[in-house]
């Protein structure tokens, strides 16, 4: 596995005649020139065909809130960065711009926009299916504009939520840990055992990215939920989003187990994320497996979407049919040994202690057996099991059944190309304790490779209805938070009065 500096180190260069990243001021924002418009930037375009990348498209790990100076990110050498895209000022100039002879110029200013030559349009010289087409939207011109080391920011959760209907007041520590300068390019949320209300949930997930984040795909098996968030100006480049199911548990009438499959295409790599929650149980190591089995087995993906690499594919295994593949959810393999030893352990320190607990980790002894999760690879755990524990407080179950704290709850991945997938940060949220679990979650570096548009798009197919009531919740709290804040300011004038 990829260390974790070898991650971050500097992304080289972008090669000659790729245009060169947007430089920034000492607040991180893009440097204004003259003539440019106010900042921020407008919603999705239904009549836009492509809308171009917002602000400072490049900042890989996107921007951190809304646009204005306000939310402008924190300088500082520390956190999780990568190469900025190559869009920015070192494009050609517009031969219409600033050009005080031609009578019916447009005199706009330096804009971020990628010209388009008319003849390039007028040669047609696009071919379907080709890698190397000028002008093909998943080809590799249109992913090195993007993402110019070819290298996109991921985030993966994972989260038992008890079935509770309260939800946390923020959910800021889970989406946008502080580890992070900057907003990831997708977001992939699965929860187990999910709230009464999915839509009041994933209402609040869109409130929570803000505008700049549309929900690309969600799915729901039983109390199994999944959703994508992508930043809205690389929707355009993912293909039709498809999902299968399978249910472990058949004797019960909800589905509390089982498995729920997303996928899709992204320029030229194919992804698959599947959430699952397999069977509970200390001495039921032998269920779980089989649980593994029926799903790998069972999950129908790729439907219509063809396979990027169907030379490598197997029928009898789904995670072989995609490039890279990221399986999460509540495993409920225990810590063996009973409550008594592994209380002992957590009395360690940290650093000492968590190795000493993976030691009696049942899920890495089976995958040590090659038994479950084949190819799989687990990023390295430095954070306290993340079950069980009495909700609302930080101790472990103190109930009568006083089961054993354990890693339930875990982020696995695996991929065809070595080296492709990253990982940067992996941790849990002590600070959601809404349920008996603690969240936890993982960031990626994931290698994208440009694609071939003979696939069926999404074509920016996203859910509207979300985004525009995330925007208006944001709008709501922003208006009371300010009247809250002149209520006091009166409040303490009336004082000194």
């Keep these: 596995m990829p260390s974790e500096a070898a991650c971050l180190r500097p992304a080289e260069p972008p090669r000659r005649g790729r245009e060169r990243a947007l430089s920034l001021d000492d607040r991180g924002r893009a440097p204004r020139r003259p003539g440019d418009g106010p900042p921020g930037d407008a919603g999705p375009s239904r009549s836009s065909p492509r809308p171009a990348p917002a602000g400072d498209p490049g900042r890989t790990a996107g921007e951190a809130g809304e646009a204005g100076e306000a939310d402008a990110p924190r300088p500082g050498p520390s956190g999780l960065l990568r190469a900025h895209s190559s869009l920015g000022a070192g494009r050609p100039r517009s031969p219409l711009a600033g050009d005080d002879r031609a009578p019916h110029a447009a005199r706009s200013c330096a804009s971020l926009l990628a010209p388009i030559r008319a003849q390039d349009l007028r040669s047609r010289s696009y071919l379907e299916g080709s890698l190397l087409a000028s002008g093909a939207l998943l080809g590799a011109d249109e992913l090195a504009r993007y993402f110019p080391d070819r290298n996109m920011a991921l985030f993966v959760a994972t989260w038992n939520m008890q079935g509770q209907k309260e939800l946390p007041v923020s959910l800021d520590e889970l989406l946008l840990p502080c580890e992070a300068d900057y907003t990831q390019d997708l977001y992939v949320i699965g929860v187990q055992e999910g709230c009464s209300d999915r839509r009041e949930w994933e209402t609040r997930l869109q409130e929570t990215l803000g505008p700049r984040y549309v929900l690309l795909s969600s799915a729901a098996h039983g109390v199994l939920y999944m959703a994508l968030f992508i930043r809205r100006d690389l929707m355009w480049f993912c293909s039709e989003v498809e999902s299968s199911t399978v249910t472990t548990r058949i004797v019960s009438q909800i589905k509390t187990k089982g498995a729920l499959g997303i996928s899709f295409t992204f320029f030229g790599t194919s992804f698959l994320f599947i959430t699952s929650h397999f069977t509970s149980g200390d001495g039921k190591v032998a269920e779980r497996l089989m649980d593994y089995a029926k799903t790998i087995q069972t999950l129908a993906l790729p439907r219509t979407v063809p396979d990027t690499n169907p030379y490598r594919s197997s029928a009898a295994d789904v995670t072989t049919r995609f490039d890279e593949v990221f399986w999460f959810g509540d495993f409920n393999f225990c810590l063996s040994g009973g409550r008594g030893a592994v209380e002992a352990v957590l009395k360690q320190d940290l650093e000492v202690g968590v190795p000493a607990l993976l030691q009696r980790d049942q899920l890495t002894q089976e995958m040590k057996k090659g038994s479950i999760f084949q190819g799989f690879q687990e990023p390295d755990i430095h954070f306290l099991p993340s079950y069980k524990f009495d909700i609302g ?26 080296g492709d997938i990253c990982p940067l940060k992996y941790s849990s949220c002590p600070g959601v304790k809404t349920s008996d679990h603690r969240p936890v979650y993982a960031l990626f570096r994931v290698r994208v490779r440009p694609g071939r548009d003979n696939i069926p798009l999404a074509a920016g197919k996203f859910d509207r209805e979300l985004y525009l009531m995330g925007i208006k919740r944001r709008i709501s709290k922003e208006m009371q938070k300010q009247q809250a804040l002149k209520n006091q300011s009166s409040s303490t004038i009336c004082t000194v009065s």
């Design 393 to 418: 407080k930080d101790t472990y179950d103190s109930t009568s059944k006083q089961r054993t704290p354990s890693y339930t709850d875990r982020v696995l991945y695996r991929s065809r190309h070595k």
